[in-house]
């Protein structure tokens, strides 16, 4: 499968990268649904003529987007010979050395770069002694191959994942496309209109559970959300970021430093794949009682999710196996999954159960 | 028998490993040519269609687009069985699994070409499919070839001795099925062909056809080139390049192969077609899925009396290799254990999915793992230990089985002792604690098969020697190396039966105009047959040499020795080893029996008369003067007679003395090992079998279902290693894959789509599941293999999946019928036991007993009725009746 054909623009800082950005996203707007059918042979040619109702669907699909960023390329190279993506202009981050970097700040907290690698964060004796689980949770990403080009801010970034998505263009012609990508059907949540697919990255349940928050820059200036702010909670249009926004950098709090922190993760295989089910819990004790922790999942859901009530229910306690079940149930109510991945939705869920237990406790530990 | 030898039987480094290892090596895909155009498949998006129409007209308009092929340019059909000519290249009329050929671009650039895939317009009529194998026997209309009733491929049924009194005699009976999921083999090296015509000097036409592909059947490539190409074979060059990996996949004409001459001719231009990742998976030739209803009977002494089983193979949309398939399943259920009755009933039933074919240790896989994990449970019933029971039912070899199977060599006993031994069975089975466990199963394959795919007498290997002046040997074999180590095999058989160093030995392989024929890299057939062959064209040379050096030396042949790179003369009597009294030109060894020499001779002379040849000798004149280097060698030849001769002088002396120094030794399997003359009774029968005892240790999260296999010790019966560093990669590489079958690997279906077309879904273990492998070689020297050797690369394989399900039994108890052994199936099966809460994967199937296939096997992306499909949609399109029935 090739890469489709695309011009790439190399930005050396933030600004011009807003600016390449708001540049071409300006292009976009001009160049909406109609324009794009003047493509003819690609985009839209590829729908052979006996399908052409497919077109006309009354779903709204994501706006087709004519830009894609690119930073370690381990989810956008894949999607784009899989021509899930067919962008004009590819924003290549690298040259902007800015943007990477771990900087632990003067009042506390540390500000990491979105371009800094998974395995420098893996690797970093700072992360390892104030936030554990940020660590844990990047060593797990994908294999050390992938790590050493995937970034955090790729990571946050990362497509929602489905098994009737990531595959390519002759074999979703197949399966008559999805919501997700050029069709108007689901065919994990027969009849819905809502894209189920699970957002499946490592290092955001953790990121929740350390209370991150992200800079995202843009034409109207830089802004600051908390991290559970970005993700929308369905499986199409997964993230609150404008085509003509950046994410530049990942803060976490002086508030989270020092916290236990444990991740655990589903997967078939114990490296190269994606999680089936993750687990990311932080705790904090005080004399044998737990003063605060939080529980977040992913891949089970459209969105990575802290789990509601934990600290709620831990405050003040002796942790116990009762209690660490407890929470594991809250966790498994929290989990939605389908079928968007290998194994069962129902075993899935009830590995999240068991994940969770095993992880409190051996935060607890 | 001697085991003083000077090359084999050491750990050698592959003669092609540092172009390998350098990235310097050629793959076909490295490959390029002047004017070299692109080709791109276009696939059927349907699983079973009917093509009204194609319009390539606006592909043909792309800028960049050479030329459009479709199914009317070469309509022959073709397969790699004669009984299976049923493929076309390109789909003719109908299309039969979603990923089927209908088109091939051919453009300047793969972009191009992609782009020119979108605008071929064919207009399909859609078909009711047919996914499940049991739901397909039942059909009557819309049949996926029109001349197979039932969408019955074929079926067998067999029987030997009588099963009925057997089970009668038995005290323990066990009936149960079990059913294996889909795999595929997952080679590194997707397939890749290039082909380019020769214009033909005299008319200006399109002349000669040279292919380069990777293959492991170059021959039957040109043959099947010059069925559907209509050009006559001898015009047709096949090239295979270096290899990466093919396990059975390239084992056969792959569509690829011959859309590309295809393309080739109609673009006028060299056309290379690389498959990618996911058209690999539809080529496909995998391993099918299969069910096995099997019974078993067993005396309390542990003697099995009768086996009875009925198998169910989901074959895909084509015949490929299936009724060889479907035959090994049956025949192979002989010539490991002792059983004087055997009753079996085999389906090959055609689906509408790719065709499944040819995988490493073709056919007895899946009904070892039910045959192994069946037995595991009669030693339970009778209280014996699974180990014992093994012992107890072993053959007494020499000797035929009941179904026909002449077994000589047979290193079963050793192989289980040697893997009970050195895992600590007897002390440590049953006390490893919770969760954890050991299971023992033993396998066996052929060294290649007694009876070519299309039978004759003709021999299956032939290999030419040639050497020259400059004392290079130069050995031509169309043997195919696929990464296996057959060139490195070839080059050690050749010295050490020369005496010469290894690096004197070039080996000149597998292709069609240059190497004289051999069948292919298939059921593990290379080492014993081509290596038969090389070791009969090296003694030919040799006696020429000797001939000469005799002559030179003042002695008789048979005093010779040809040992690094130097002939002596035997001290004969010197209290020397064997191999020193006995020269290696007979290394097979007093025992010696069998085709080689026929008369019988334990000694054979070398040569018929030496003093015949004297007469004939000095064509060549003072050639040899040319060729010797440096004053030393000419003053050495004008000494008079010699006492040793280096290997150049002696070879120098032999062309002086011929003409010319060449040989030729080809194989063909004895007449006695071809088997009994039932129906289908070519399918099974070896010269040789291998045999392999395997002991897994796993250990269970019982809360997770998660299964951890912590080491493998596999004992291995490969008559003998001639490069021991390569048999126990083979070995370790055996027990991976299977373990790859065992746990994760796993082809998932819906509605003829495969969910998992690609490296990250289908999940072949990484190095971190790998266990401890301890690869254990048990020599039982055959009396007919090439130096004792027999096959080591596919037996050891069908032994891992049973360990491993046994070692799960023994660790928590559950029995499982159905592999690959994920964590949800195993949970579940944990859950049924405990009467805890169910884990409901299955479609309320229970998990530890299955009753049909359930489409997507245990990943189950849907339950009920499935989703609500597109108004265009394959299966909303036809009639829904028909439909709902097949899924």
Known sequence: ???????????????????????????????????????????????SPHVPSLLQSPHPHPPYVPLRVIAGGTDLIPSMRQKLFEPEYILDLRGISAMRGIRPQPDGGVEIGALTTLRDIERSDFIRQHYPVLSEAAATVASPVLRNMGTIGGNICLDTRCLWYNQSLTWRKGCGFCIKKDGDLCHVAPGGSKCWAAFSGDTPPALLCLNAEIEIVGPAGVRRIALHEFYTGLGDSYRRLQPNELVTCVFLPESSANYRGVYRKLRVRGSIDYPLAGVAVVMKRSNG????????????????????????????????????????DLAARTAKPLTTSALTPEYRREMIRVFTKRAVLAANN | MSNDFSIIGKPTAMVDAAEKTTGAGKYTDDLGLPGMLIGKILHAPYPHARIRQIDTSRAERLEGVVAVAVGGDAPNPYGILPVGHDEHALALDKVRYVGDNVACVVAA?????????????????????????????????????????????????????????????????????FISNEVTHAAMEPHSTLASFELDPHTGKLGRLTVWSSTQVPYYLQHKLSLVLEMPMQQIRVIKPLVGGGFGGKSEVIPLEIIAAIAARKAKAPVKIT?????????????PRTIIDLKTGVKKDGRITAVKARVVQDGGAYCSYGVV??????????????IPNIQYDGYRVLTNKPACGAMRGHGTVNVRFAFESQLDELAAKIGMDPAEIRQRNLLQPPCITVNGLRVQSYGLPECIEKTVERSGWKQRKGKLGKGRGLGIACSHYVSGAANSIIRSDMPHSTVNIKIDR????????????IGQGSDTMTAQIAAETLGCSLSRVRVIAADTDLTPIDIGSYSSRVTFMAGNATLRAAVEVKKQIAAAAAKKMGCEVEELVFRDDEVKRARVGAGDSPAQGQPAQNPRGPNSRGPLFPQGSSSPPLVPSSSQHAEQASVSGRVEGQILRGSLQQKRKDEGLKDWMTFEEAVVAAIDFHGTLTGTGSYAPPQEARGGKHKGAGVGPSPAYSYSAQVAEVSVDEETGEVTVHKVWAAHDCGRALNPVSVEGQIIGS??????????????WKDGMLMNPGLLEYRSPSSIESPAVEPIIVESIDPEGPFGAK???????????????????????????????????????????????????????????????????????????????????PARRASPAAVEGAD
């Open chain 2, 275 to 287: 498959y990618t990742r996911e058209e690999v998976f539809w080529a496909h030739r995998g391993r």
């Open chain 1, 289 to 328: 009682h737990i003063v605060d922790a939080r529980v977040g999942i992913t891949a089970v859901n459209p969105a990575p999710m802290l789990v509601m009530g934990v600290s709620e229910m831990l405050t003040g306690k002796a942790l116990d196996e009762g209690l660490a079940e407890a929470v594991s």
């Open chain 2, 735 to 748: 027990v991976w894959m299977g373990m790859g079958q065992a746990l994760t690997e796993e082809m998932v």
């Open chain 2, 325 to 338: 398939t479907i035959l090994y399943s049956g025949a192979l259920l002989g010539a490991l254990y002792d």
């Open chain 1, 1 to 47: 499968m090739s890469l489709p054909q695309f011009k790439l623009l190399r930005p050396r800082s933030a600004s011009e990268a807003v600016e390449f950005l708001a540049k071409y996203s300006a292009r976009q707007a001009e160049r909406s649904e109609p324009a794009q059918t003047s493509r003819g042979s690609d985009s839209r040619g590829r729908l």
């Open chain 2, 791 to 873: 096959e080591c690369s596919e037996g050891s394989l069908a032994a891992t999946i049973p360990a491993i399900a046994n070692a799960i039994y023994d660790a928590v108890g559950v029995r499982l019928h159905e592999s690959p052994f994920t964590p949800e199936r195993v949970l579940a099966a944990l859950r049924a036991k405990k009467s805890a809460k169910s884990l409901n994967l299955t479609e309320g199937v229970d998990p530890t007993a299955p009753e049909r296939f359930r489409e997507h096997g245990g990943v189950l992306l849907f339950k009920g009725k499935g989703p609500e499909r597109h108004a265009l949609d």
């Open chain 2, 470 to 481: 400059d004392g290079g040997v130069v050995v031509y074999t169309g043997a195919s190396e």
């Open chain 2, 109 to 177: 650039s793969e972009a191009i070409a992609e782009k020119a895939l979108e605008l071929i317009d064919v207009d399909y009529e859609v078909l009711p499919a047919y996914f499940d194998p049991e739901e397909s026997m039942k059909a009557e209309t819309d049949l996926i070839h029109e001349n197979k009733p039932h969408n019955l491929e074929k079926d067998y049924h067999h029987c030997f001795g009588d099963p009925d009194a057997g089970f009668a005699e038995a005290d323990q009976v066990l009936e149960a099925r």
